[in-house]
T-cell receptor
Framework: GNSVTQMEGPVTLSEEAFLTINCTYT??????LFWYVQYPGEGLQLLLK?????DKGSNKGFEATYRKETTSFHLEKGSVQVSDSAVYFC????????????FGKGNQVVVIP | GAVVSQHPSRVICKSGTSVKIECRSL??????MFWYRQFPKQSLMLMAT?????????EQGVEKDKFLINHASLTLSTLTVTSAHPEDSSFYIC?????????????FGSGTRLTVV
């Protein structure tokens, strides 16, 4: 079945540092890929998405490129801010229209001033 | 953009009572809504898929008689936790997909923190 794997453990970094969160996936066909962000005590917000290979999703300085050859969708931001502290989830939905999202375990990002 | 309203945001109830959580799509129609449960510092676990006008589809291991789902209209799904117990305490999140969105847009509610005492 479909699955999403995110790197283990929280990520702690200083303000203005470069952020990378790795995400790889297993799926048949051509899934759509998403990054969601969850702030403390809140639901999930869509951060960015890509629906086909080589697409680059971007929003609020975050970027991720759909790499089919490496089955990856790594999230990057060049200069993080304290306000970026949150939990980030990688997710996919398959192309067959069953409407279900498969989530990774999430990564807690803590940005220190 | 698409907005999903989830209510209440927090609820405390006594053991043995039932609690209803509402999930509304405010500016779009959703033939399908999803209910998730999230434990502290963990990912979302899909509990069930709510289908407008028909029975919900529950994930393996989720008790359908305990977590009652009703999706009576294209904009409203409800989750009722029946005879709640402390182990049901969790963060519950709903999600809806815009039926008219070709790009599989999923919008999440802000979640409900349930505490059973």
């Amino acid at each position: 079945g479909n699955s999403v794997t995110q790197m283990e453990g929280p990520v702690t970094l200083s303000e203005e540092a470069f952020l990378t969160i790795n995400c790889t996936y297993t799926a048949t066909g051509y899934p759509s890929l998403f990054w969601y962000v969850q702030y403390p005590g809140e639901g999930l917000q869509l951060l960015l998405k890509a629906t086909k290979a080589d697409d680059k999703g971007s929003n609020k300085g975050f970027e991720a490129t759909y790499r089919k050859e490496t089955t990856s969708f790594h999230l990057e931001k060049g200069s993080v801010q304290v306000s970026d502290s949150a939990v980030y989830f990688c997710a996919l939905s398959d192309q067959w229209g069953n409407n279900r999202l498969a989530f990774g375990k999430g990564n807690q990002v803590v940005v220190i001033p | 953009g698409a907005v999903v309203s989830q209510h209440p945001s927090r609820v405390i109830c006594k053991s043995g009572t039932s609690v209803k959580i509402e999930c509304r799509s405010l500016d779009f129609q959703a033939t399908t809504m999803f209910w998730y449960r999230q434990f502290p510092k963990q990912s979302l676990m899909l509990m069930a898929t709510s289908n407008e006008g028909s029975k919900a589809t529950y994930e393996q291991g989720v008790e359908k008689d305990k977590f009652l789902i009703n999706h009576a209209s294209l904009t409203l799904s409800t989750l009722t936790v029946t005879s709640a117990h402390p182990e049901d305490s969790s963060f519950y999140i709903c999600s809806a997909r815009d039926s008219g969105d070709p790009n599989y847009g999923y919008t999440f509610g802000s979640g409900t923190r349930l505490t059973v005492v």
